[in-house]
């Protein structure tokens, strides 16, 4: 941190509907671009990881609307295999306890449609 040197910069959120499914992109295939907008609200930063939920929705191959909870290598920004599928998009910053022995991570959403609202979710580790 004393250089200002940059060990890695990573897109995070995933690429728009909009842009994804453009007419004038068919074939190409495309890396995870981000979405616009306020969609990184925070991240949970751990030994050897950097966890942080998407703050923006898209659609999945089902045509599903989804927003992820991703970790990320802390030393290479490498995905970890497992992201974890959100019940809407991330608005406050994940955080970490450990409770009887087991670890646990929490963060806020806010959910879509008729019953949406706040929530907070709370996801166990092995």
Known sequence: MNSGKIL????HSSTPDDIRDNP???????PRLGQPGRTFIGALTTKTLVIAGEGGVHSNAKGEP?????????????????EMKLPGRQ???????????????????TTTGDE?????IAYSLP
């Open 8 to 11: 890695w910069q990573k897109t």
């Open 24 to 30: 004038a992109l068919k074939g190409l295939t495309l």
């Open 66 to 82: 989804i927003a992820l909870l991703r970790a990320y290598d802390k030393a290479t920004g490498d995905d970890i295999p497992g």
């Open 91 to 109: 608005t406050g910053s994940p955080m970490t306890y450990l409770y009887q022995g087991k670890q646990y991570i929490v963060l806020a959403v």
């Open 116 to 120: 949406g609202g706040g929530e907070l």
